[in-house]
């Protein structure tokens, strides 16, 4: 918004000629979603645990020490990331992006369907919520729209295509394929993030990393001369997802605040499913769908665990882990909660190097 009405009167006040900067707007966005988090943060709380008398349902077959340290800790908290990331989104960016307004459908799609579950879980007091057909119907359904209109506005020599890290010239002409497996993607995503909410600030932070190497990826497949340095396949008018990205940045710090352990609130489905949705969407705007694999490693190490698990105890009756996702496993091998989540940032930080080292070893 402040792009359309600003830039335009840069000619008669230069200095407004500072919001023509995709870098300029991504630090503004990424301080505008700081400060919404941080006013709206104690009122938001307050009212979720207002209408929240016993907080988010536990897993009764989970760690013992959750039915104690979790107990009456209001979920829902991805609210408060929605609300920071929408409203910095529309401040700073070019509301004639459509790029944009694709990212925020699977966003704010997501977290309503995340919602949805939220208040199941809520009032019928288990942590079972919506079917699992329901959601993923769901998921699908928006991902595959969000996909049709992603292909419409990419050029047509790339739309359908897959990209391959450290390969320059190759891509995979998929045809109608490429629907079904974008769709993946942004489902995947989603999902993984939200098997990785399961301890206090282990999820905001690998989503903000993953945010954060994805800001680079935008910028410059987004920009002509560095996408041909870099020998990427340059994707018109991608760069203004930059500052997308940098409203989940800052939304993201501004939830750590509260989501700290021990955490005031829990993002909830709300938050996991649309922080995972907006990462996949992004991938594929910007054919970097492989990429998402390595800089989110964290998030498919958590699915994994759990499609091991469940394929293993079906097969076999046994179990692999002590329990899944597999941050659940340590617990129960008696690690603290705070060295868990640390090591996973940890983990996490390595494996956004690892998918940004893609960019120039080709």
Same mark, same amino acid.
């Given at each position: 918004?402040?792009?359309?009405?600003?830039?335009?009167?840069?000619?008669?006040?230069?200095?407004?000629?500072?919001?023509?900067?995709?870098?300029?707007?991504?630090?503004?966005?990424?301080?505008?979603?700081?400060?919404?988090?941080?006013?709206?943060?104690?009122?938001?709380?307050?009212?979720?645990?207002?209408?929240?008398?016993?907080?988010?349902?536990?897993?009764?077959?989970?760690?013992?020490?959750?039915?104690?340290?979790?107990?009456?800790?209001?979920?829902?908290?991805?609210?408060?990331?929605?609300?920071?990331?929408?409203?910095?989104?529309?401040?700073?960016?070019?509301?004639?992006?459509?790029?944009?307004?694709?990212?925020?459908?699977?966003?704010?799609?997501?977290?309503?369907? &995340? /919602?949805?579950?939220? $208040? =199941?879980?809520?009032?019928?007091?288990?942590? #079972?919520?919506?079917? !699992?057909?329901?959601?993923? %119907?769901?998921?699908?359904?928006?991902?595959?729209?969000?996909?049709?209109?992603?292909?419409?506005?990419?050029?047509?020599?790339?739309?359908?295509?897959?990209?391959?890290?450290?390969?320059?010239?190759?891509?995979?002409?998929?045809?109608?394929?490429?629907?079904?497996?974008?769709?993946?993607?942004?489902?995947?995503?989603?999902?993984?993030?939200?098997?990785?909410?399961?301890?206090?600030?282990?999820?905001?932070?690998?989503?903000?990393?993953?945010?954060?190497?994805?800001?680079?990826?935008?910028?410059?497949?987004?920009?002509?001369?560095?996408?041909?340095?870099?020998?990427?396949?340059?994707?018109?008018?991608?760069?203004?997802?930059?500052?997308?990205?940098?409203?989940?940045? &800052? /939304?993201?710090?501004? $939830? =750590?605040?509260?989501?700290?352990?021990?955490? #005031?609130?829990?993002? !909830?489905?709300?938050?996991? %499913?649309?922080?995972?949705?907006?990462?996949?969407?992004?991938?594929?705007?910007?054919?970097?769908?492989?990429?998402?694999?390595?800089?989110?490693?964290?998030?498919?190490?958590?699915?994994?665990?759990?499609?091991?698990?469940?394929?293993?105890?079906?097969?076999?009756?046994?179990?692999?882990?002590?329990?899944?996702?597999?941050?659940?496993?340590?617990?129960?091998?008696?690690?603290?909660?705070?060295?868990?989540?640390?090591?996973?940032?940890?983990?996490?930080?390595?494996?956004?190097?690892?998918?940004?080292?893609?960019?120039?070893?080709?």
């Amino acid at each position: 918004m402040l792009y359309s009405l600003l830039y335009p009167l840069s000619e008669y006040y230069s200095f407004l000629n500072l919001f023509r900067y995709i870098t300029f707007r991504t630090a503004g966005a990424i301080l505008t979603a700081l400060i919404i988090s941080f006013v709206c943060g104690k009122p938001i709380i307050h009212w979720l645990k207002s209408k929240q008398q016993d907080g988010q349902p536990i897993r009764a077959d989970g760690p013992e020490s959750h039915l104690v340290t979790k107990k009456g800790t209001p979920t829902m908290g991805g609210c408060l990331i929605l609300l920071a990331m929408t409203l910095s989104t529309l401040l700073w960016t070019d509301w004639s992006n459509p790029f944009i307004w694709i990212a925020l459908l699977v966003t704010l799609g997501f977290g309503a369907l &995340g /919602a949805y579950d939220d $208040f =199941l879980k809520l009032t019928k007091r288990n942590s #079972k919520g919506l079917p !699992g057909k329901v959601k993923l %119907l769901g998921q699908i359904t928006l991902s595959l729209v969000a996909v049709y209109y992603v292909t419409l506005y990419t050029a047509p020599k790339l739309a359908h295509c897959l990209t391959f890290p450290f390969l320059k010239e190759f891509v995979l002409n998929m045809g109608y394929a490429y629907y079904l497996w974008a769709a993946f993607v942004v489902v995947g995503a989603s999902n993984a993030v939200n098997l990785t909410d399961g301890l206090d600030g282990l999820a905001i932070v690998p989503v903000m990393i993953a945010a954060a190497c994805f800001c680079l990826i935008s910028y410059v497949v987004g920009n002509n001369i560095f996408a041909h340095y870099l020998q990427l396949h340059p994707i018109p008018n991608t760069g203004e997802l930059t500052i997308f990205l940098g409203s989940i940045i &800052g /939304a993201g710090l501004g $939830f =750590l605040w509260f989501n700290a352990p021990p955490a #005031k609130v829990f993002m !909830g489905d709300t938050g996991s %499913l649309a922080a995972g949705g907006a990462l996949g969407i992004v991938a594929v705007i910007t054919k970097h769908e492989i990429v998402l694999a390595i800089v989110g490693g964290l998030f498919v190490l958590e699915a994994v665990s759990v499609i091991l698990q469940v394929g293993y105890f079906k097969l076999t009756g046994r179990r692999i882990f002590l329990m899944a996702p597999i941050h659940h496993h340590f617990e129960k091998k008696g690690w603290a909660e705070p060295t868990i989540v640390i090591r996973f940032w940890i983990i996490a930080s390595i494996l956004a190097l690892a998918g940004l080292s893609t960019l120039k070893l080709r």
